[in-house]
Nanobody
C-alpha cells in the first residue's frame, strides 16, 4: 500500500524558514512528478511547486524566488525549502505524487490517479 507522509511543518515568524519533507513508501518503482500543494482556510487547494523525476521544476508565482523544491528519486522523497515566509503562506501543505508505477508480485502497474499525503500545517505569524 502506497503512503505519502509529510513532516517539517510548524509555527514560524514572518521572514523565517522551514523545510518540508515527504516520504513515499510502498511497492514503488518510480514516480514521474512529485509536488507540494497547499490549502488555506476558506480557499481552494493550490499548486505550490512540482518537480519531475528528471529534475524539471515549476513554481507558483506567489512562491517563486522564495521556495525551492527538490527530490531524491532513490529514496522516493521530495522536499520543499521555504524561505522568507509570509503570513499568506499559512496553510496546510500536502505532498502529491503523480505518474506512479508500482512493482508488485513481478508485475508493473501504472497508476492513473494521484496520491496524497495527510498534510502538515505551516503557520507564519508573529
Amino acid at each position: 500500500q502506497v503512503q505519502l507522509v509529510e513532516s517539517g511543518g510548524g509555527l514560524v515568524q514572518p521572514g523565517g524558514s522551514l523545510r518540508l519533507s515527504c516520504a513515499a513508501s510502498g511497492n514503488i518503482f518510480s514516480i514521474y512528478v512529485m509536488g507540494w500543494y497547499r490549502q488555506a482556510p476558506g480557499k481552494q487547494r493550490e499548486l505550490v511547486a512540482a518537480i519531475t523525476s528528471g529534475g524539471s521544476a515549476n513554481y507558483s508565482d506567489s512562491v517563486k524566488g522564495r521556495f525551492t523544491i527538490s527530490r531524491d528519486n532513490a529514496k522516493n522523497m521530495v522536499y520543499l525549502q521555504m524561505n522568507r515566509l509570509k503570513p499568506e503562506d499559512t496553510a496546510v501543505y500536502y505532498c502529491n505524487a503523480e505518474g506512479m508505477t508500482i512493482f508488485y508480485s513481478g508485475f508493473y502497474s501504472e497508476k492513473e490517479y494521484p496520491f496524497w499525503g495527510q498534510g502538515t500545517q505551516v503557520t507564519v505569524s508573529s
